[in-house]
């Protein structure tokens, strides 16, 4: 194996960072599709006026998360050069640090589980809408 084919933490920081890139995409896509719907709302009735007002924070928040996200992403990736430092082998084989990664793959499979399961309503909104379209 070559230097350039070795695993290093950089390398390892720049693969991961397709996740912080694709949660961020989400989250702006979640709020564009807030955008989007807020402008049907009748603005003359006080619980669309509600909805709106709720909407018009959560795009702040949702836009702001997106672009952390986004920002972060470029970071990690831009950090596969770096340089593999020391590591000590006992710290590294602390029980910690491999409850610290399961934790890390678990939460990603939860997420996996969420978006299996999401999909199917999601699908059947986008054919009620196709409908309404034609």
């Given at each position: 194996m070559s230097a350039s084919d070795q695993q290093t933490c950089g390398k390892g920081l720049a693969e991961n960072s397709v996740l912080p890139a694709k949660l961020g995409e989400l989250i702006s896509a979640m709020a564009e599709?807030?955008?989007?719907?807020r402008k049907a709302l009748d603005l003359t009735d006080r619980?669309?006026?509600?909805?709106?007002?709720?909407y018009e924070k959560l795009l702040k928040d949702l836009r702001q998360i997106a672009a952390q996200l986004s920002v972060t992403a470029s970071e990690m990736a831009g950090y596969r050069d770096l340089p593999m430092g020391r590591h000590d082998?006992?710290?590294?084989?602390?029980?910690?640090?491999r409850e610290a990664?399961?934790?890390?793959?678990?939460?990603?499979?939860?997420?996996l589980?969420?978006?299996e399961l999401t999909t199917e309503r999601d699908d059947k909104l986008l054919e009620v809408m196709r409908v309404h379209n034609q």
């Open positions: 599709n807030l955008d989007v719907h619980n669309s006026r509600a909805e709106y007002e709720a082998e006992r710290a590294m084989t602390h029980p910690r640090v990664f399961e934790k890390f793959v678990q939460r990603k499979q939860e997420l589980t969420l978006l």
